[in-house]
Nanobody, 120 residues
């Protein structure tokens, strides 16, 4: 059974930073592409960043240059460093499996998510 537990969200002012963490319970974690997704109020959930099993990185245009995704296979964890946050980054952030080349694909497993609010 897959378990995904996100943490690290909060309220931050525009221009601020947050670091999200995700603990993943799954066998052979190192073999999976992992991603961070965002669901803004009234919008669909979208993939904002992913890291492949081999370490290749993908970023949505909206976060390129501001967000950095990383993984620690020894800890079965995924991280998202978010800098220069903007109000439009507000939403619930989830980590899960990813396939950034399949634009309509969504994973079946989700955690509870962590709320990020960017506001002055």
């Amino acid at each position: 059974q897959v378990q995904l537990v996100e943490s690290g969200g909060g309220l931050v002012q525009p221009g601020g930073s947050l670091r999200l963490s995700c603990a993943v319970s799954v066998s052979s974690f190192r073999h999976y592409e992992m991603g961070w997704y965002r669901q803004a109020p009234g919008k669909e959930r979208e993939l904002v960043a992913s890291v492949s099993a081999g370490g290749s990185l993908y970023y949505a245009d909206s976060v390129q240059g501001r967000f950095t995704i990383s993984r620690d296979n020894g800890k079965s964890a995924v991280y998202l460093q978010m800098n220069n946050l903007k109000p439009e980054d507000t939403g619930v952030y989830y980590c899960s499996f990813a396939n950034h080349l399949a634009t309509t694909w969504m994973p079946a497993s989700w955690g509870q998510g962590t709320q990020v609010t960017v506001s002055s």
